[in-house]
Nanobody, 124 residues
Framework: QLQASGGGLVQAGGSLRLSCTASGGTFSTWSMGWFRQAPGKEREFVAAIAWSGGVMYYADSVRGRFTISRDNAKDTVYLQMNSLKPEDTAVYYC???????????????????WGQGTQVTVSS
């Protein structure tokens, strides 16, 4: 089970940190990802981190502004979001994957479990 938190309302240029805590499994063996879905749009990849923490992927739209990290001792993955823009407004979902092909972490089909989502709203 994945529980996402940390969303909220922030002004453009501000920051938020999302957290996603896992329960019921061996978190350190799962690669983790963040996706987002804006109203009327498809769910899109945001960032992913391999189970080891040594490989990260970012969407071009967030690279340099967002940072994904994980703390296996706390069974938690984080998404630090800086320099937020109104176009970052969406529901953000965390997800867990057992794929051995790390490049496939960019695809939602690679994830077996999903959190409930947390709303991020960036005002202009």
């Amino acid at each position: 089970q994945l529980q996402a938190s940390g969303g909220g309302l922030v002004q453009a240029g501000g920051s938020l940190r999302l957290s996603c805590t896992a329960s019921g499994g061996t978190f350190s063996t799962w690669s983790m990802g963040w996706f987002r879905q804006a109203p009327g749009k498809e769910r899109e990849f945001v960032a992913a981190i391999a189970w080891s923490g040594g490989v990260m992927y970012y969407a071009d739209s967030v690279r340099g502004r967002f940072t994904i990290s994980r703390d296996n001792a706390k069974d938690t993955v984080y998404l630090q979001m800086n320099s937020l823009k109104p176009e970052d407004t969406a529901v953000y979902y965390c997800a867990a994957s057992r794929t051995v092909i790390l490049s496939s972490l960019l695809r939602s089909q690679s994830y077996a479990y999903w959190g409930q989502g947390t709303q991020v709203t960036v005002s202009s």
